[in-house]
Protein backbone atom coordinates (compact mmCIF):
# COMPACT_ATOMS: atom_id res chain seq x y z
CA UNK A 1 0.00 0.00 0.00
CA UNK A 2 2.53 2.79 1.22
CA UNK A 3 4.64 1.72 -2.34
CA UNK A 4 1.52 2.41 -4.32
CA UNK A 5 0.88 5.57 -2.58
CA UNK A 6 4.19 6.55 -3.74
CA UNK A 7 4.42 5.71 -7.23
CA UNK A 8 0.66 7.51 -7.39
CA UNK A 9 1.78 10.34 -5.65
CA UNK A 10 5.08 10.94 -7.76
CA UNK A 11 3.13 10.38 -11.13
CA UNK A 12 0.43 12.78 -9.39
CA UNK A 13 3.03 15.81 -8.97
CA UNK A 14 4.73 14.72 -12.89
CA UNK A 15 1.21 15.66 -13.60
CA UNK A 16 0.50 19.00 -12.54
CA UNK A 17 4.40 19.87 -13.15
CA UNK A 18 3.33 19.05 -17.07
CA UNK A 19 -0.04 20.96 -16.62
CA UNK A 20 1.26 23.95 -15.41
CA UNK A 21 4.43 23.87 -17.83
CA UNK A 22 1.02 23.51 -20.46
CA UNK A 23 -0.96 26.27 -19.71
CA UNK A 24 1.87 28.38 -19.61
CA UNK A 25 2.88 28.07 -22.83
CA UNK A 26 -0.37 28.13 -24.18
CA UNK A 27 -0.64 31.69 -22.19
CA UNK A 28 2.50 33.42 -23.87
CA UNK A 29 1.71 31.61 -27.22
CA UNK A 30 -1.82 33.54 -27.43
CA UNK A 31 -2.34 37.44 -28.45
CA UNK A 32 -3.64 38.71 -25.25
CA UNK A 33 -1.75 41.40 -23.05
CA UNK A 34 -2.78 40.73 -19.43
CA UNK A 35 -1.11 44.24 -18.47
CA UNK A 36 -3.38 45.59 -21.55
CA UNK A 37 -6.39 43.65 -19.96
CA UNK A 38 -6.39 44.67 -17.00
CA UNK A 39 -5.62 48.47 -17.99
CA UNK A 40 -8.56 48.72 -20.22
CA UNK A 41 -8.32 50.01 -23.67
CA UNK A 42 -10.14 53.29 -23.25
CA UNK A 43 -8.41 55.20 -20.62
CA UNK A 44 -5.06 53.03 -19.95
CA UNK A 45 -2.18 55.37 -20.76
CA UNK A 46 1.12 54.14 -21.56
CA UNK A 47 2.70 54.85 -18.48
CA UNK A 48 -0.31 53.12 -16.59
CA UNK A 49 0.67 50.22 -19.20
CA UNK A 50 4.00 50.06 -18.37
CA UNK A 51 3.76 50.47 -14.21
CA UNK A 52 0.79 47.20 -14.49
CA UNK A 53 3.64 45.15 -16.58
CA UNK A 54 6.37 45.95 -14.16
CA UNK A 55 4.25 45.78 -10.80
CA UNK A 56 3.26 41.90 -12.29
CA UNK A 57 6.74 41.05 -13.55
CA UNK A 58 5.41 40.49 -16.79
CA UNK A 59 8.76 41.92 -18.88
CA UNK A 60 10.62 39.15 -17.37
CA UNK A 61 11.05 36.50 -19.64
CA UNK A 62 8.51 33.23 -19.42
CA UNK A 63 10.94 30.90 -17.55
CA UNK A 64 11.53 33.15 -15.09
CA UNK A 65 7.98 33.96 -14.79
CA UNK A 66 7.77 29.85 -14.39
CA UNK A 67 10.19 29.87 -11.95
CA UNK A 68 8.71 32.75 -9.55
CA UNK A 69 5.14 31.25 -9.74
CA UNK A 70 6.47 27.76 -8.94
CA UNK A 71 8.41 29.35 -5.61
CA UNK A 72 5.24 30.88 -4.73
CA UNK A 73 3.77 27.80 -4.10
CA UNK A 74 5.92 26.78 -1.82
CA UNK A 75 7.13 29.63 0.28
CA UNK A 76 5.28 32.43 -1.38
CA UNK A 77 6.85 36.09 -2.78
CA UNK A 78 6.57 39.67 -2.79
CA UNK A 79 3.85 40.75 -6.53
CA UNK A 80 5.03 43.83 -7.24
CA UNK A 81 9.26 43.82 -6.37
CA UNK A 82 9.99 46.69 -5.16
CA UNK A 83 6.84 48.83 -5.93
CA UNK A 84 5.12 50.28 -2.82
CA UNK A 85 2.06 49.08 -3.30
CA UNK A 86 3.56 45.89 -3.64
CA UNK A 87 1.78 42.53 -1.95
CA UNK A 88 2.84 39.88 0.05
CA UNK A 89 1.46 36.52 -1.05
CA UNK A 90 1.93 33.56 1.86
CA UNK A 91 2.35 30.24 0.71
CA UNK A 92 0.83 28.65 -1.02
CA UNK A 93 0.81 31.44 -3.62
CA UNK A 94 -0.96 31.27 -6.97
CA UNK A 95 -0.49 34.74 -7.60
CA UNK A 96 -3.00 37.90 -7.87
CA UNK A 97 -5.87 38.17 -10.07
CA UNK A 98 -4.91 40.61 -12.95
CA UNK A 99 -7.99 42.96 -12.63
CA UNK A 100 -8.88 43.23 -8.92
CA UNK A 101 -5.48 42.47 -7.29
CA UNK A 102 -7.24 39.34 -5.58
CA UNK A 103 -5.42 36.61 -4.24
CA UNK A 104 -5.88 33.70 -5.96
CA UNK A 105 -6.40 31.33 -3.43
CA UNK A 106 -8.64 34.00 -2.07
CA UNK A 107 -10.78 33.66 -5.53
CA UNK A 108 -10.56 29.97 -5.12
CA UNK A 109 -11.78 29.66 -1.65
CA UNK A 110 -14.66 31.74 -2.41
CA UNK A 111 -15.99 29.85 -5.48
CA UNK A 112 -14.65 26.80 -4.56
CA UNK A 113 -17.60 25.38 -2.09
CA UNK A 114 -20.03 26.84 -4.82
CA UNK A 115 -18.79 24.25 -7.19
CA UNK A 116 -18.71 21.48 -5.06
CA UNK A 117 -21.92 21.79 -3.49
CA UNK A 118 -23.00 21.56 -7.40
CA UNK A 119 -20.58 18.52 -8.37
CA UNK A 120 -21.18 16.44 -4.66
CA UNK A 121 -24.87 16.99 -4.13
CA UNK A 122 -24.99 15.64 -7.75
CA UNK A 123 -22.92 12.94 -7.83
CA UNK A 124 -24.93 11.34 -4.89
CA UNK A 125 -28.63 12.01 -6.42
CA UNK A 126 -27.20 10.65 -10.24
CA UNK A 127 -24.97 7.45 -8.79
CA UNK A 128 -28.17 6.44 -6.82
CA UNK A 129 -30.64 6.82 -8.70
CA UNK A 130 -28.71 5.67 -12.36
CA UNK A 131 -27.66 2.27 -10.05
CA UNK A 132 -30.95 1.98 -8.76
CA UNK A 133 -32.61 1.76 -12.24
CA UNK A 134 -29.52 -0.51 -13.97
CA UNK A 135 -30.23 -2.97 -11.11
CA UNK A 136 -33.72 -3.63 -11.54
CA UNK A 137 -33.72 -3.27 -15.56
CA UNK A 138 -30.91 -6.09 -14.92
CA UNK A 139 -33.29 -8.11 -12.75
CA UNK A 140 -36.31 -7.37 -14.87
CA UNK A 141 -34.51 -8.02 -17.95
CA UNK A 142 -37.11 -8.22 -21.05
CA UNK A 143 -39.89 -6.48 -18.83
CA UNK A 144 -41.56 -3.27 -19.64
CA UNK A 145 -39.79 -1.72 -16.66
CA UNK A 146 -36.72 -2.35 -18.63
CA UNK A 147 -37.38 -1.22 -21.77
CA UNK A 148 -38.75 2.26 -20.36
CA UNK A 149 -35.96 2.47 -17.86
CA UNK A 150 -33.42 1.96 -20.86
CA UNK A 151 -35.24 4.26 -23.16
CA UNK A 152 -35.49 7.22 -20.58
CA UNK A 153 -31.53 6.89 -20.10
CA UNK A 154 -31.03 6.96 -23.24
CA UNK A 155 -33.08 9.74 -23.86
CA UNK A 156 -31.87 12.27 -21.15
CA UNK A 157 -28.05 11.03 -22.21
CA UNK A 158 -28.94 12.89 -25.35
CA UNK A 159 -29.40 15.80 -23.86
CA UNK A 160 -27.38 18.63 -22.72
CA UNK A 161 -27.47 20.26 -19.25
CA UNK A 162 -28.27 24.08 -20.61
CA UNK A 163 -31.44 22.14 -22.17
CA UNK A 164 -32.51 20.14 -19.16
CA UNK A 165 -31.82 23.01 -17.06
CA UNK A 166 -33.66 25.79 -18.70
CA UNK A 167 -36.52 23.14 -18.98
CA UNK A 168 -36.24 23.04 -14.89
CA UNK A 169 -36.27 26.68 -14.55
CA UNK A 170 -38.89 27.34 -16.83
CA UNK A 171 -41.42 24.89 -15.59
CA UNK A 172 -40.37 24.61 -12.06
CA UNK A 173 -39.21 27.67 -11.10
CA UNK A 174 -40.63 30.68 -12.53
CA UNK A 175 -44.05 29.27 -14.16
CA UNK A 176 -45.56 26.87 -11.13
CA UNK A 177 -42.80 28.18 -8.59
CA UNK A 178 -42.68 24.63 -7.31
CA UNK A 179 -38.89 24.66 -6.69
CA UNK A 180 -36.36 27.80 -5.60
CA UNK A 181 -34.77 29.77 -7.64
CA UNK A 182 -30.99 28.54 -7.88
CA UNK A 183 -28.28 30.47 -5.63
CA UNK A 184 -25.49 29.59 -3.28
CA UNK A 185 -26.27 29.65 0.16
CA UNK A 186 -23.47 28.50 2.95
CA UNK A 187 -24.66 25.11 4.53
CA UNK A 188 -22.97 26.46 7.84
CA UNK A 189 -25.64 29.55 7.53
CA UNK A 190 -28.47 27.87 6.42
CA UNK A 191 -28.45 24.07 5.52
CA UNK A 192 -32.04 24.60 4.34
CA UNK A 193 -31.40 27.64 2.23
CA UNK A 194 -28.09 25.58 0.71
CA UNK A 195 -30.56 22.28 -0.07
CA UNK A 196 -33.54 24.40 -1.58
CA UNK A 197 -30.72 26.31 -3.65
CA UNK A 198 -28.62 23.53 -4.84
CA UNK A 199 -31.70 21.46 -5.65
CA UNK A 200 -32.29 21.91 -9.51
CA UNK A 201 -28.85 21.84 -10.69
CA UNK A 202 -28.76 18.25 -8.82
CA UNK A 203 -32.12 17.53 -10.31
CA UNK A 204 -30.66 18.73 -13.75
CA UNK A 205 -26.78 16.69 -13.46
CA UNK A 206 -29.27 13.87 -12.37
CA UNK A 207 -31.11 13.58 -15.13
CA UNK A 208 -28.30 13.64 -17.59
CA UNK A 209 -25.60 11.98 -15.96
CA UNK A 210 -27.52 9.36 -14.06
CA UNK A 211 -28.58 7.54 -17.56
CA UNK A 212 -24.90 6.57 -17.87
CA UNK A 213 -24.74 4.54 -14.85
CA UNK A 214 -27.94 2.88 -15.21
CA UNK A 215 -26.65 1.55 -18.74
CA UNK A 216 -23.77 0.55 -17.33
CA UNK A 217 -24.83 -1.13 -13.77
CA UNK A 218 -27.54 -3.21 -15.63
CA UNK A 219 -24.85 -4.62 -18.24
CA UNK A 220 -23.00 -5.00 -14.88
CA UNK A 221 -25.52 -6.82 -12.97
CA UNK A 222 -26.50 -9.30 -15.79
CA UNK A 223 -22.77 -10.22 -16.47
CA UNK A 224 -22.49 -10.41 -12.60
CA UNK A 225 -25.85 -12.79 -12.73
CA UNK A 226 -24.74 -15.06 -15.05
CA UNK A 227 -21.30 -16.34 -13.02
CA UNK A 228 -21.17 -19.29 -11.41
CA UNK A 229 -20.76 -18.09 -7.91
CA UNK A 230 -24.41 -16.37 -8.39
CA UNK A 231 -25.70 -20.37 -10.17
CA UNK A 232 -24.09 -22.04 -7.12
CA UNK A 233 -25.56 -20.12 -4.68
CA UNK A 234 -29.57 -20.26 -6.40
CA UNK A 235 -28.57 -23.94 -6.33
CA UNK A 236 -27.71 -23.64 -2.74
CA UNK A 237 -31.54 -22.32 -2.30
CA UNK A 238 -29.83 -18.73 -0.95
CA UNK A 239 -32.49 -16.18 -0.62
CA UNK A 240 -33.16 -13.71 -3.60
CA UNK A 241 -32.37 -10.45 -1.83
CA UNK A 242 -28.71 -11.78 -0.62
CA UNK A 243 -27.94 -12.66 -3.93
CA UNK A 244 -28.42 -9.82 -5.30
CA UNK A 245 -27.51 -7.26 -2.76
CA UNK A 246 -24.44 -9.19 -0.82
CA UNK A 247 -23.00 -10.62 -3.53
CA UNK A 248 -23.95 -9.70 -7.05
CA UNK A 249 -24.15 -5.83 -6.79
CA UNK A 250 -20.41 -6.07 -4.62
CA UNK A 251 -18.85 -7.29 -7.84
CA UNK A 252 -20.85 -5.64 -9.75
CA UNK A 253 -20.24 -2.14 -8.34
CA UNK A 254 -16.36 -1.93 -8.69
CA UNK A 255 -16.71 -0.05 -12.60
CA UNK A 256 -19.21 2.23 -11.00
CA UNK A 257 -16.61 3.25 -8.42
CA UNK A 258 -14.32 4.17 -10.99
CA UNK A 259 -16.55 5.93 -12.76
CA UNK A 260 -18.22 7.88 -10.60
CA UNK A 261 -14.48 8.83 -8.58
CA UNK A 262 -13.09 10.40 -12.42
CA UNK A 263 -16.21 11.90 -13.21
CA UNK A 264 -16.41 13.59 -9.66
CA UNK A 265 -12.87 14.64 -10.00
CA UNK A 266 -13.08 15.57 -13.55
CA UNK A 267 -16.16 17.96 -13.35
CA UNK A 268 -14.82 19.69 -10.12
CA UNK A 269 -13.03 21.74 -12.93
CA UNK A 270 -15.55 21.52 -16.05
CA UNK A 271 -18.75 22.55 -14.45
CA UNK A 272 -18.34 26.07 -16.19
CA UNK A 273 -21.62 25.21 -18.41
CA UNK A 274 -24.01 23.91 -15.14
CA UNK A 275 -22.89 27.23 -13.28
CA UNK A 276 -23.23 29.37 -16.24
CA UNK A 277 -27.18 27.89 -16.85
CA UNK A 278 -27.59 28.42 -13.14
CA UNK A 279 -26.11 31.91 -12.74
CA UNK A 280 -23.91 30.14 -10.05
CA UNK A 281 -19.90 31.54 -10.00
CA UNK A 282 -18.31 28.54 -9.21
CA UNK A 283 -14.66 27.54 -10.24
CA UNK A 284 -15.49 26.62 -13.94
CA UNK A 285 -17.60 29.86 -14.25
CA UNK A 286 -14.59 32.46 -12.92
CA UNK A 287 -12.06 30.50 -15.01
CA UNK A 288 -14.38 30.93 -18.19
CA UNK A 289 -13.92 34.85 -17.42
CA UNK A 290 -10.62 34.29 -16.53
CA UNK A 291 -9.61 32.90 -19.92
CA UNK A 292 -11.51 35.60 -21.44
CA UNK A 293 -9.42 38.47 -19.49
CA UNK A 294 -6.39 36.34 -20.05
CA UNK A 295 -5.76 36.04 -16.67
CA UNK A 296 -3.22 33.85 -16.29
CA UNK A 297 -3.41 33.46 -12.53
CA UNK A 298 -6.67 32.81 -11.92
CA UNK A 299 -6.65 30.36 -14.75
CA UNK A 300 -3.07 28.48 -13.23
CA UNK A 301 -5.01 28.48 -10.39
CA UNK A 302 -8.29 26.92 -11.39
CA UNK A 303 -6.17 24.04 -13.24
CA UNK A 304 -3.81 23.18 -11.08
CA UNK A 305 -6.64 23.10 -7.68
CA UNK A 306 -9.27 21.01 -10.07
CA UNK A 307 -6.06 18.95 -11.48
CA UNK A 308 -5.11 18.14 -7.82
CA UNK A 309 -8.50 17.12 -7.00
CA UNK A 310 -8.71 14.52 -10.55
CA UNK A 311 -5.10 12.70 -9.28
CA UNK A 312 -6.55 12.55 -5.80
CA UNK A 313 -9.85 10.85 -6.87
CA UNK A 314 -7.70 8.88 -9.07
CA UNK A 315 -5.77 7.02 -5.97
CA UNK A 316 -9.11 7.02 -3.95
CA UNK A 317 -10.84 4.85 -6.66
CA UNK A 318 -7.82 2.15 -6.61
CA UNK A 319 -7.77 2.27 -2.91
CA UNK A 320 -11.30 1.70 -3.10
CA UNK A 321 -11.27 -1.17 -5.49
CA UNK A 322 -8.95 -3.34 -2.96
CA UNK A 323 -11.81 -2.62 -0.52
CA UNK A 324 -14.86 -3.49 -2.98
CA UNK A 325 -13.06 -6.52 -4.48
CA UNK A 326 -10.48 -8.47 -2.01
CA UNK A 327 -9.13 -9.96 -5.83
CA UNK A 328 -7.54 -6.63 -6.52
CA UNK A 329 -4.44 -5.99 -5.01
CA UNK A 330 -2.58 -2.56 -4.77
CA UNK A 331 0.95 -2.50 -6.36
CA UNK A 332 1.39 -5.65 -7.87
CA UNK A 333 1.33 -6.43 -11.06
CA UNK A 334 -2.07 -8.17 -11.40
CA UNK A 335 -3.48 -5.50 -9.27
CA UNK A 336 -5.32 -2.60 -11.09
Known amino acids: MFRFLIKRVLLGVSTLFAI ?88 IGRTMPITFSIVLGGAVLYVLIGTGLGMLSAIKRGSIFDRIASGTALTFASTQIFFIGSVLLLVFVYQTDLLPLPKYVPFTESPLGWLGGMIVPWIALGLINSAQYARLSRAQMIETLSEDFVRTARAK ?100
Open 20 to 107: SVTVFALFFMGPADPAASMCGTKQCTPVQHERITTFLELDRPPHEQYASYMRGIFVGRTIGGDSPDAIECPAPCLGINFRTYEQVSTV
Open 237 to 336: GLAIAPIYFRHALRAAVTPIVTIAGLDIGGQLGGVAITETTFSLNGMGRTAVRAIDEANLPVVMGIVLFSAMFLVLSTIIVDILYSVIDPRVKLGTSGGH
